[in-house]
Nanobody, 116 residues
Framework: VQLVESGGGLVQTGGSLTLSCTASGSTLRITTMDWYRQAPGIEREWVASIIIVDGTPRYADSVKGRFSISRDNAKNTMYLQMNSVKPEDTAVYYC??????????WGQGTQVTVSS
């Protein structure tokens, strides 16, 4: 499975941004997809996840109520709608795909920078 993130960039505090993660390869074997983020000097942090078959989302407390995860199975694409962003949301955002045999794959990451 190959994952490609896009949509990162510079956004002002309080603004919005939508990230995308498009999967290719053995996409039918993907059971769950997640967003993680990593800021400089900080461990990678889980942000949100979605169950592919039924779209059930979960969120970290730090983003609950501000971010929304979704997927378009026809396009093999997962999204992260980021609203009311804060400077502490600044990080490289990575998508992760978990397959039915519990192997997982990572994208290359996309930088999100929130200016204050």
């Amino acid at each position: 499975v190959q994952l490609v993130e896009s949509g990162g960039g510079l956004v002002q505090t309080g603004g919005s941004l939508t990230l995308s993660c498009t999967a290719s390869g053995s996409t039918l074997r993907i059971t769950t997809m997640d967003w993680y983020r990593q800021a400089p000097g900080i461990e990678r942090e889980w942000v949100a996840s979605i169950i592919i078959v039924d779209g059930t989302p979960r969120y970290a407390d730090s983003v609950k109520g501000r971010f929304s995860i979704s997927r378009d199975n026809a396009k093999n694409t997962m999204y992260l709608q980021m609203n009311s962003v804060k400077p502490e949301d600044t990080a490289v955002y990575y998508c992760n795909a978990l397959l039915d045999d519990l192997t997982d794959y990572w994208g290359q990451g996309t930088q999100v920078t929130v200016s204050s």
